[in-house]
């Protein structure tokens, strides 16, 4: 199912509002701690966030962008626990950098896209096993395990959902989807689509996407932003953010907690 919200016609580049995110990960009321995954000899290093509530709480894995993780997706982890969720960040670039250091120690952020480009397929599915497992495991998570990325992030939520048989749901962030059968055969979830309307390269994407898994009888309901580009997530939080891409991230984070809370 296809839904369109019509927005204002000007765009932004990706910048984010630095400021509002170190405040928030600054001055968080919850528990935010780092976490070290170990699998097969490899670690992988994940921001945990936990809520303030009194009962057991369902998990979400955030996949991040081709830069590995930053403040952003930690900032979203926080605000995931502040609704009410476990959110698990983990850094795929863990190991990756300089010295076996993780993404902030990449010397620059292209530097950061240049190295996710090279990592193999299979460490990443590896790695985001790892954590799924790690995720369900801990004392105060309810077992139910949520799924979501942002650009490279969501093309990988895509292809972690057609491996992972337990989620509970799958959300892609303008990130490019499959093409072929295979693509959806192991997808056991409903999967739920935000793409902006100013994001040609992710949304030449969505027809085939749709197709594949319309022949499969399983769920992809998405929306595409009008007037929004690529990275409206984050670059909606901007001071300087266009109105299409601050009401894109506004209603992205309405339609994500409506959804997770069905």
């Known amino acids: 199912m296809r839904a369109f919200l019509i927005l204002s016609l000007f765009t932004v580049g990706c910048a984010t509002n630095d400021v509002a995110v170190d405040s928030r990960l600054e001055t968080t009321p919850r528990h935010n701690e780092w976490v070290q995954v170990v699998r097969d000899g490899r670690t992988v290093h994940a921001y945990v966030a936990y809520p303030e509530i009194s009962a057991k709480a369902p998990a979400v894995i955030l996949i991040h962008e081709n830069r590995g993780l930053t403040d952003f997706e930690r900032g979203v982890a926080d605000r995931l626990a502040e609704n009410g969720y476990i959110a698990v960040a983990p ?6 950098a300089p010295g076996g250091g993780r993404a902030s120690d990449f010397p620059s952020q292209d530097a950061a896209r240049e190295a996710i480009g090279k990592l193999p397929h299979a460490q990443v599915m590896a790695d985001l096993h790892a954590v799924a497992d790690y995720a369900k495991r801990i004392p105060a998570a309810s077992g139910t395990l949520h799924l979501g990325g942002f650009c490279w992030g969501g093309a990988r939520t895509w292809l972690f959902a057609n491996e992972r048989g337990d989620l509970a749901s ?20 409903p999967v739920y689509g935000f793409y902006g309307g100013n994001d040609a390269r992710v949304n030449a994407t969505i027809a085939r996407s749709e197709e594949l898994m319309k022949a499969a009888a399983k769920p992809f ?20 953010a266009s109105e299409a891409n601050r009401r894109a991230h506004d209603q992205g984070w309405e339609r994500w907690l409506h959804v997770l809370r069905r």
């Open 170 to 189: 799958a959300h892609v962030f303008y990130g490019t989807g499959p093409n072929q059968p295979a693509g959806v055969a192991g997808i056991s979830t």
């Open 221 to 240: 309901d998405y929306v595409i932003y009008e007037g929004a580009g690529h990275a409206f997530m984050r670059s909606g939080m901007a001071a300087d």
């Open 91 to 96: 850094d795929l670039l863990s190991g990756m």
